[in-house]
């Protein structure tokens, strides 16, 4: 099996060589790799250039349209049925693909495979999902979980082009939590395998793709409206929307949270 990993890129110079390498070094190198560059406006271009490797290829988009787009762009081009992700400021640990590979063979109706990863903000490292979580609840029919969590992020992911075509891949009207709005979707339409293994380290440098909280504030009301009924079936409705309001009133954002969320579900609702 051959796969297809996209990587967006928007002013990443000092990031984007890591990231793509990462991929470029992998066990399994069966793979194309293509770079969608957002409109950057400093080196990337050149440093992107500068990487010789026959299975790279390198999009250079002349304005900036946002992560999705990029993603969603890099998918139309893409030659083989498995595709996946990874963030320009993010690194593959050098046995991913292979470890994930492996659970495509042993669960073939997988519409998405997923990892865990390390986050690395500043001097403060944790797991992802927590280690809390039990395997059972993180691999198979996971949808439940993930309706309270968001714990797959785009660069842990591995799954069929024709999954991600016909659940109509990344929503390009959310400013943020893109990934966890196309995880859920995905775990509607199937099973969710998991490497319980730790195969990424994603990193926070700056402004970076969900680093605005304003945006993951808009993002998380724009989730609740859209899994509402999900959610009340659950049972966990509200008490989503008391920790959204608990999260934001610790921010002192909480009046804007509270009307952006009227407007998501007034939205949702067709007012």
Same mark, same amino acid.
């Given at each position: ?12 110079? &000092?990031?984007?060589? =890591?990231?793509? %390498?990462? #991929? ?5 190198? /069966? ?5 969608? !560059? ?77 990892? &865990?990863?390390?986050? =690395?903000?500043? %001097?403060? #490292? ?5 280690? /809390? ?5 993180? !691999? ?132």
């Amino acid at each position: 099996m051959f796969v297809s990993v996209i990587i967006p890129t928007y002013n990443r110079a &000092a990031t984007i060589r =890591h990231s793509i %390498e990462s #991929v470029l070094e992998q066990t399994y190198d /069966k793979l194309e790799v293509i770079v969608v !560059d957002d409109g950057s406006e400093d080196e990337s271009g050149e440093i992107i250039r500068g990487i010789a490797d026959d299975r790279l290829r390198y999009i250079q988009l002349k304005e900036n349209g946002g992560v999705s787009k990029a993603r969603n762009y890099g998918v139309s081009l893409a030659e083989y049925e498995l595709i996946a992700f990874q963030d320009s400021d993010d690194v593959w640990r050098p046995d991913k693909l292979e470890k994930q590979i492996k659970l495509f063979e042993k669960y073939p109706d997988s519409a998405m495979v997923y990892c &865990a990863y390390e986050f =690395h903000n500043n %001097e403060t #490292v944790y797991r992802v999902p927590s280690e /809390k979580y039990p395997k059972e609840i993180l !691999d198979g029919e996971i949808y439940p979980y993930l309706l309270q969590n968001n714990s797959i992020g785009a660069p842990t992911l591995l799954m069929r082009k024709t999954c991600f075509e016909s659940i109509g891949g990344f929503d390009t009207a959310y400013p943020a939590l893109e990934d966890w709005d196309l995880a859920l979707k995905a775990a509607k339409a199937g099973r969710i395998s998991f490497a319980d293994e730790v195969l990424l380290d994603a990193y926070r440098y700056g402004e970076g793709v969900s680093s605005s909280y304003i945006n993951h504030y808009k993002a998380r009301c724009r989730i609740i409206a859209e899994y509402m009924e999900d959610m009340q079936k659950y049972g966990i409705f509200d008490r989503l929307i008391a920790d959204l309001f608990a999260d934001a009133e610790k921010n002192e954002v909480l009046e804007y949270v509270k009307n952006t969320l009227i407007l998501a579900l007034a939205e949702k609702k067709g007012v």
